[in-house]
């Protein structure tokens, strides 16, 4: 079966720190890969998607970048966090074509300070 | 880009009575799906729709597609407080499976 690992699940950050988030996926190849981001109480934004190694979209200009150095894993990187980059990340896969749904991992808590 | 709104942003509700959230897209849908994230958890798929007008139930839950396809809704029956989260609908915009995440309806359940 397939399984999603992310990590940390909480993170307290300075200012100005960099950050990596990274997630793997389990018992799939070539899945599509998403961050998403969400704010307190709020909804779920789509903020980098990933359809094979190396290949990255950006969903919103922001201090942060994705990669994809292999097949199952992607990462999620700021050099500088700004305290506006306080969130809930979420990592998401999904099989690569239309009607599919989206797997969830635990999610990460970043509290810039 | 892809508009997808939510009603109610939240709703607070008594165990056992009937709740309903609304999704509603400014396009044309190939499907939609159904999001529920429990207080400090990760959304959980819980059901999709690909036909004009379908219905499909799951115990309690009963989703819904609009005939001309740019609306759903999802009705729970006598609330419980397993219930409570927040219910996001979700649409797919152009390439890659990208979901667009409807604005989510808060569900408070008490007892």
């Known amino acids: 079966s397939q399984t999603i690992h992310q990590w940390p699940a909480t993170l307290v950050q300075p200012v100005g720190s960099p950050l990596s988030l990274e997630c793997t996926v389990e018992?799939?190849?070539?899945?599509?890969l998403y961050w998403y981001r969400q704010a307190a109480g709020r909804g779920l934004q789509l903020l980098f998607y990933?359809?094979?190694?190396?290949?990255i979209s950006s969903e919103v200009p922001q201090n942060l970048s994705a990669s994809r150095p292999q097949d199952r894993q992607f990462i999620l990187s700021s050099k500088k966090l700004l305290l506006s980059d306080s969130g809930f990340y979420l990592c998401a896969w999904s099989v690569g074509h239309e009607n599919t749904e989206a797997f969830f991992g635990q999610g990460t808590r970043l509290t810039v300070v | 880009g892809q508009q997808v709104m939510q009603i109610p942003q939240y709703q607070h509700v008594q165990e056992g009575e009937d709740f309903t959230t609304y999704c509603n897209s400014s396009t044309t849908l190939s499907n939609i799906q159904w999001y529920k994230q429990r207080p400090g958890g990760h959304p959980v798929f819980l059901i999709q729709l690909v036909k004009s007008g379908e219905v499909k139930k799951q115990k309690r839950l009963t989703f819904q597609f609009g005939e001309a396809k740019k609306n759903s809704s999802l009705h729970i029956t006598a609330t419980q407080t397993t219930d409570v989260g927040t219910y996001f609908c979700a649409v797919p915009t152009g390439t890659a499976s990208k979901l667009t995440f409807g604005t989510g309806t808060r569900l408070q359940v008490t007892l």
């Open positions: 018992g799939t190849s070539n899945p599509n």
């Open positions: 990933s359809v094979g190694i190396g290949q």
